[in-house]
């Protein structure tokens, strides 16, 4: 579908401030932020009376109950809250109930591999009994500094923002009200509430094909598998996953990725996405340049690219379709025959490494989508 906005949506769990952040960078977006914390909710309609965000209404109302709103949503966001919900079913069901037939909806929950230190200290402080105390929640902070270097919870402490406050480190410790899904949990989740995958919102990390599992004997036979079985393996080799962010879809809907069979891909308009950058220092050899998604975590996830690849990423502006940026750069190069087919292969891999997304609109009559689940 073309890029749009005007849409109705819904941020699920709002905390502080991501329902007004979100009323700021979408202007024409009528948003709703719920929560079921009164000073959230309070802090949020501080932010929307500072920033003047006519388009945002807040409303101090727990998930389970947001058809009381009496609306229905093209777009929800729900992030980092269902995993803390005493029966997350129950709130996914309730945004299902909510998303409109067309409507995308953006969960993020925790994955269990990347989260194996914090299970294990959660598992630590119920044995000592540690409470809730200023003194007992900072000499477990001291106590951590001690963890050695290759302990499982070492790396999330160095790496996350939320371990470096006390409050945050006291939550995930000592209130272990959390669960976390794995692939397969995920896809069993998600069916079982009548919703169907769309796409992981960064998808490189999933897929075999990105980084460095592309160069081992199991790549081909990891390309293989169903998508399913593909993200499930690839979570197994990537081991350190602690959450998942994912786009989701009605089960009925016609939502679909898109492909590049027939022709209809050479009518994408791609559009670069606001994390990647192309660095040109330091590179490969052979590189022109290197494409990087901020994003991404995983240091492997660097895609080089020749000249001509480079030229084909410097004319993308959102305006120009695939066989428009072909033609431009057709000028400059020395075998322009076989220039589609190496761009066919060079968006594929664009769009699987998280570079660009598509305006698919002027191919949707050309039967060039299909679902990938
Ligand atoms: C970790 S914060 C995430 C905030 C925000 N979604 C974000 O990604 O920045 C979890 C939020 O979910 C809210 N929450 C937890 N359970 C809820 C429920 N049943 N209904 C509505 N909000 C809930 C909490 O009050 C808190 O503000």
């Keep these: 579908m073309p890029y749009r906005t005007g849409l109705q949506a819904l941020i ?78 129950a709130g996914l069901a309730a945004l299902r109930e909510v998303l409109q037939p067309g409507g995308a909806l953006h969960l993020m929950v925790y994955a269990p591999y990347g989260r194996a230190g914090v299970y294990m200290l959660q598992e630590y402080c119920r044995r000592l009994g ?108 990537r081991g350190v996953m602690a959450r998942h962010s994912l786009i989701v879809y009605h089960a009925a809907s016609r939502n679909s990725l898109p492909h590049f069979d027939g022709a209809g891909w050479l009518k994408y308009r791609p559009l670069r996405l606001p994390e990647s950058v192309v660095v040109r220092e330091r590179l490969p050899a052979g590189a022109a340049a290197v494409l990087i998604n901020q994003a991404h975590t995983d240091p492997d996830l660097f895609l080089p690219v020749d000249r001509v690849e480079l030229r084909q990423v410097e004319a993308i502006d959102g305006q120009r379709s695939i066989a428009e940026i072909i033609q431009q750069v057709a000028q400059h190069a020395r075998n322009s025959s076989t220039l ?12 699987q490494w998280d570079q660009v997304v598509f305006d698919a609109a002027d191919a949707s009559g050309e039967k060039n989508e299909r679902s990938l689940t």
């Design 340 to 351: 589609q087919q190496q761009a066919r292969y060079f968006f594929t891999r664009l769009w």
């Design 130 to 237: 540690i409470g809730h105390t200023d003194a007992e929640i900072r000499d477990l902070a001291v106590t951590l500094t001690a963890l050695p270097r290759a302990h499982p919870l070492a790396r999330l402490l160095a790496e996350s923002p939320d371990f470096q406050r006390k409050d945050a480190l006291a939550d995930a410790l000592l209130n272990p009200q959390d669960r976390a899904y794995s692939v397969p949990q995920l896809f069993d989740w998600l069916t079982r509430n009548e919703l169907r995958f769309g796409r992981w919102v960064r998808q490189a990390p999933y897929l075999a094909q990105c980084g460095a599992l592309a160069q081992t004997p199991h790549a081909a036979r990891l390309a293989t598998l169903p998508p399913a079985e593909h993200y499930a393996a690839v979570e197994l080799l």
């Design 12 to 89: 699920a769990g709002c905390g502080t401030s991501q329902a007004a952040r979100h009323a700021l960078r979408q202007p024409d977006d009528a948003v709703v932020g719920i929560d079921f914390s009164a000073a959230s909710v309070r802090h949020s309609e501080t932010l929307k009376r500072k920033y003047n965000l006519a388009n945002l209404e807040v409303h101090h109302l727990p998930i389970e109950r947001v058809g009381e709103l009496g609306r229905c949503f093209d777009k929800i966001v729900c992030t980092g809250v269902l995993h803390h919900l005493p029966d997350p079913d």
